[in-house]
């Protein structure tokens, strides 16, 4: 099976021989094609419509290496390429998308309600940092019960090593990880064994090297819209209908070419759009037209605004989005077991388990209320009517561990009986759960920060690293900041990288044990009665200080009912709930016993009563 994403950009085998090149280069007075192969050949391109430049070069080939050359000084390489092997200022080299032959026909994907996430990042999951080292792990993520990977952004970036965020060249993966066929190996090994493949894309800026649309594309920037990380993306200033189509073919060349099963929208509440319809209804409309007719496509976000409407389902989920990453779950459950409530924290201090409550039964728990961290400003719509599947929990993500200061782990911030409980919350709630890298067996190094930048950006970086966290009450003395790992520093990177041989350890592997456990007993007992992935009506209450109950109505008419306790005290519980008790932590539970500190007794009731 063959598999390519026609597209308006960048290059076009021709049937006879020779290759299509195209550019949008409005700020441009004029274009050549420069072909590196032996030597090198400059062909003016033809200038058409609307900005556009092209020529078909007939002693071009798989395999070519092409810049642009704008108005006889700079060379490009092509915003579109689909790979470039010597980075981002370097060529970009004619791919065939057909020269792969798939394998993997008879997978048609799996529904959300199965979902299990397992984020990671490609250069520091394995030694070797590349999409093989991934593929080699994939018998050990099958056995684990995850479902799913979600690879942070490979998207071309500047330097040897990135997050992802700084990318440049959308359709390009990072020549550091492989060439575009290992990643569609990866892929296919993946769906091979069941699992699914999701990718975090990037469509808010792009990164601050290597960047060269400013100098003959001014429209994909937008003056009036600054992000945290620059000019936002031009997609309603004018002549935006190029810049649009540019993200919107960039996601369906993912979907379709590399046959993945869903995309995470990174920060979309960056995204600035006043135009309609907004480019992300253009685009969750665009997938249900296209790659989401023959299989399930699976589209998430990252949206601080808690914008409900942007998961509202629709006949035959056309223009939908299947799931955010729930915040809100994480902060409040973070500050439950870790007792931190700096920055945003702050806002779930006041009451944090009843924060908890509400994130669990009924998606967000800011749902238009005032925040504090955001100076009083409403955050959130109404998510009750959501089904639970529209939110995506988690105790650790990229951001949560690397944001901060030292990346230090949940494992280094809370108590192992807290991080136990916080455990089974997670993965046995109706919502799908993530982990991220090393979670499920108590990885203890640090996910940092890291990039690798020339030397005057680099320390640009270092500065507004430091002056990020100056503010914060464990960096408020004098030159506390200096023990901030520097972001450009190769040892940053290296010691991010997961430490496998600490599964060797007891301690580790107990911690894998256990997530395999209650991953065994979520594919066992609460994914098949999901069903359309619910988990409503639910309620939640408080039990005293810190405790908390929760209940679901599952899809089959079964309840699943939650007696929660996390605090450092015993407290109150009432009734033991009719059902079976599927699992317990610490101890199981008998009549009249108080809650214990960081309790989680999970059961289950059909609908005629005992499961």
């Not at 010597?86 to 080299?93: D, N, R």
């Not at 037209?289 to 399930?296: C, L, T, V």
């Not at 009451?351 to 409550?357: S, T, V």
């Not at 009517?385 to 494992?411: C, I, K, S, W, Y």
């Amino acid at each position: 099976m063959k598999r390519s994403h026609a597209m308006p950009f960048g290059t076009v085998l021709r049937a006879g021989g020779g290759v299509d090149f195209r550019l949008w280069a409005p700020g441009a007075h004029a274009v050549s094609l420069l072909l590196e192969d032996s030597g090198t050949m400059l062909v003016p391109m033809q200038a058409s419509r609307d900005g556009w430049f092209e020529v078909a070069c007939a002693q071009a080939h798989t395999g070519s290496r092409y810049r642009f050359e704008v108005d006889g000084s700079m060379h490009v390489p092509d915003p579109a390429s689909r790979f470039n092997p010597q980075g981002v200022h370097g060529p970009s080299e004619v791919c065939d998308p057909l020269g792969f032959s798939w394998s993997d026909a008879p997978w048609t994907g799996r529904p959300w309600s199965e979902a299990v996430i397992y984020e990671l990042h490609v250069g520091t999951f394995t030694p070797q940092g590349t999409f093989a080292g991934v593929e080699e792990r994939l018998d050990y993520l099958q056995s684990l019960g995850v479902t799913a990977l979600e690879l942070m952004p490979i998207a071309a970036f500047p330097g040897s090593r990135n997050w992802g965020y700084d990318g440049v060249l959308p359709y390009a993966p990072a020549s550091v990880y492989g060439r575009p066929e290992d990643l569609k190996r990866l892929v296919e090994s993946a769906h091979q064994r069941g699992l699914m493949v999701l990718l975090d894309v990037v469509y808010n800026h792009f990164g601050p090297d290597g960047n060269y649309l400013h100098a003959y594309a001014p429209p994909f920037f937008s003056r009036k819209h600054p992000t945290p990380w620059g000019e936002a993306i031009g997609f309603d200033g004018p002549r935006s209908r190029t810049v649009r189509d540019f993200f919107l073919h960039n996601a369906l060349y993912w979907l379709e070419e590399f046959h993945l099963d869903g995309l995470r929208l990174d920060s979309v509440h960056t995204i600035h759009d006043e135009s309609r319809p907004h480019f992300l209804e253009e685009l969750a409309t665009a997938v249900s037209a296209g790659p989401g007719r023959m299989q399930p496509v699976h589209l998430v976000l990252e949206n601080d605004r808690n914008e409900a409407r942007r998961l509202a389902r629709h006949p035959h989920d056309q223009g939908c989005f299947t799931a955010q990453w729930n915040d809100d779950f994480h902060h409040a459950l973070h500050l439950l077991t870790t007792g931190e409530a700096d920055g945003y924290y702050a806002d779930y201090a006041e009451d944090p388990a009843a924060h908890l409550g509400r994130a669990l039964t009924e998606g967000f728990s800011y749902q238009g209320q005032a925040s504090a961290f955001r100076k009083g400003a409403p955050r959130g719509e109404p998510s009750a009517g959501l089904p639970l599947g529209a939110f995506l929990n988690f105790l650790q993500t990229h951001d949560q561990v690397g944001n901060r200061a030292l990346g230090e782990r949940l494992t280094l911030l809370a108590s192992p009986e807290a991080l136990r409980m916080a455990t089974a919350i997670l993965l046995l709630a109706p919502s799908p759960p993530l982990l991220f890298m090393g979670q499920e067996f108590g990885e203890v190094r640090p996910f940092a920060y890291f990039c690798d930048f020339p030397d005057e950006l680099s320390e640009a970086v270092r500065k507004g690293r430091s002056n990020e966290f100056s503010s914060f009450t464990a960096f408020s003395d004098p030159g506390a900041t200096v023990h901030i790992p520097d972001p450009c520093a190769e040892e940053t990177f290296t010691l991010s990288r997961l430490d496998w041989q600490a599964l060797a350890l007891p301690t580790h592997r107990e911690w894998l044990a256990l997530h395999r456990a209650l991953l065994t007993l979520r594919r066992r007992e609460i994914v098949p009665r999901l069903r359309d992935g619910t988990g409503k009506p639910c309620a939640a209450s408080r039990l005293g200080r810190s405790g908390l109950a929760c209940s679901w109505m599952l899809g089959d008419g079964s309840r699943l009912e939650l007696l929660a306790n996390p605090g450092p005290e015993a407290c109150p519980c009432p009734a033991i709930p009719v059902g079976r008790l599927i699992f317990a932590t610490p101890e199981e539970p008998h009549p009249g016993d108080p809650l214990l500190p960081w309790a989680a007794w999970w059961f289950l009731a059909s609908a005629r009563g005992t499961a």
